[in-house]
């Protein structure tokens, strides 16, 4: 038995002209945000897809990491997608666009430059959008299962009989 979708189908041309490249990522008209190589896409549905990419980029920006990929950004940040979120992150977007244009940028995620980024996040720092989204992701990013090997943190120990007698000094990156 074949399952029914009703899902659109959409053409090349169609495609193309619903996508904007922002910065590094990839803003569809229809709710949707991607990595320009393909390699995540994240729905969204209560706040916009530029709302989003802004999202993802401040939380790479707060807490940057080389070898995190941005589908953990994701993740971390997805829960803003919600209606208890919506007025908060559409007020903190928005404002946080307009201070740069007023730097000379067209919205924050346009602003090349990470270091510009970051000085405009330390404008808004004390807020509380900033600091709603850094609190969130403090859990959000670190407390993925599939980030933790990048950090060469092995996970509790305490089923595994503790650390004392399983190397806790055997960390190669202090």
Do not use: C
């Not at 599939?146 to 092995?154: A, L």
């Amino acid at each position: 038995m074949t399952k029914q979708t009703n899902r659109k189908t959409m053409t090349r041309r169609e495609l193309l002209s619903r996508t904007a490249a922002v910065g590094t990522l990839v803003v569809f008209g229809g709710g949707i945000v991607a990595a320009p190589d393909g390699a995540w896409a994240t729905e969204v549905t209560t706040i916009s897809e530029h709302e989003m990419a802004t999202l993802i980029q401040m939380a790479r920006d707060i807490y940057p990491h080389d070898k995190v990929g941005d589908e953990y950004y994701v993740t971390a940040v997805k829960g803003y997608d919600s209606e208890g979120s919506i007025t908060m992150v559409s007020e903190g977007v928005a404002a946080l666009d307009a201070m740069a244009k007023a730097a000379g940028a067209n919205s924050y995620i346009e602003t090349k430059w990470e270091d510009n980024r970051v000085d405009l996040l330390k404008q808004i720092e004390d807020g509380g959008f900033f600091q709603a989204i850094r609190g969130g992701l403090v859990t959000g990013l670190y407390n993925q299962k599939d980030v933790w090997p990048i950090f060469g943190y092995e996970g509790e120990s305490f089923s595994k009989g503790g650390y004392l007698h399983r190397g806790f000094d055997d960390i190669n990156w202090l």
